[in-house]
């Protein structure tokens, strides 16, 4: 039993390049989160997927695409990276339910946009 | 909007003494809840500790418990016996009726030998 996973851990990229953040969890939760963390910001909502089939826009998607592909796996696309991207983007997967029940987090990606 | 904050950046705490990180959010919701999680040098998000806002009595978690104050939109997390492990960030988090958690910015938490 993984969890969440994310590939890749680390990622250098140059301004305007694309590129596809992979995450997938084996716990058979239905809603699954991408988060950006930035210094002194905390993590931001970037998109979410309720239920498979379903995306939604969290608090910053600009600049961002997502596909849910199956229960398992949700990516986040950037299609013209910005040195604003730059970040640690996490991934995170809960179970519907109670709001209670905790998301669990994969360990994150480290992105440079030069 | 539900908002999170937690206005001490740093804090620092002696071996085996106890400490109090602060956290205040502000809502129009009567039914949600509350985390914190730990982020240590390692990235990964660990839950700490939740809490039921219905829930009058505070959540306890072994060296953990909070301070849980309604009326007054406040979750403050004590870290008893304080160990070196437990340097980290650490996050509030809000959670309401859309599911959607909402973060303070973090606290850095050193422990001194």
């Known amino acids: 039993n993984a969890g969440v996973t994310q590939t890749p851990k680390f990622q250098v990229l140059k301004t305007g390049q694309s590129m596809t953040l992979q995450c997938a969890q084996d716990m058979n939760h239905n809603s699954m989160y991408w988060y950006r963390q930035d210094p002194g910001m905390g993590l931001r909502l970037i998109y979410y997927?309720?239920?498979?089939?379903?995306?939604d826009k969290g608090e910053v998607p600009n600049g961002y695409n997502v596909s849910r592909l199956n229960k398992r796996e949700f990516s986040l696309r950037l299609e013209s990276a910005a040195p604003s991207q730059t970040s640690v983007y996490f991934c995170?997967?809960?179970?519907?339910?109670?709001?209670?029940?905790?998301?669990?987090f994969g360990p994150g990606t480290r992105l440079t946009v030069l | 909007a539900q908002t999170v904050t937690q206005s001490q950046p740093e804090m620092s705490v002696q071996e085996a003494e106890t400490v109090t990180l602060s956290c205040t959010y502000d809502t129009s919701e009567s039914d949600y809840y509350l985390f914190w999680y730990k982020q240590p040098p390692s990235r990964q998000m660990i839950l700490v500790i939740r809490q039921e806002a219905y829930k009058q009595q505070n959540a306890t978690e072994n060296r953990f418990s909070v301070n849980f104050q309604k009326a007054a939109k406040s979750f403050s997390l004590k870290i008893s016996d304080s160990q070196l492990g437990d340097a980290a960030m650490y996050f509030c988090?809000?959670?309401?009726?859309?599911?959607?958690?909402?973060f303070g910015k973090g606290i850095t938490l050193s422990v001194r030998p």
């Open positions: 997927s309720a239920s498979e089939g379903t995306t």
């Open positions: 988090a809000y959670r309401g009726a859309n599911s959607k958690l909402t």
């Open positions: 995170a997967s809960r179970v519907q339910g109670p709001s209670y029940n905790e998301q669990f």
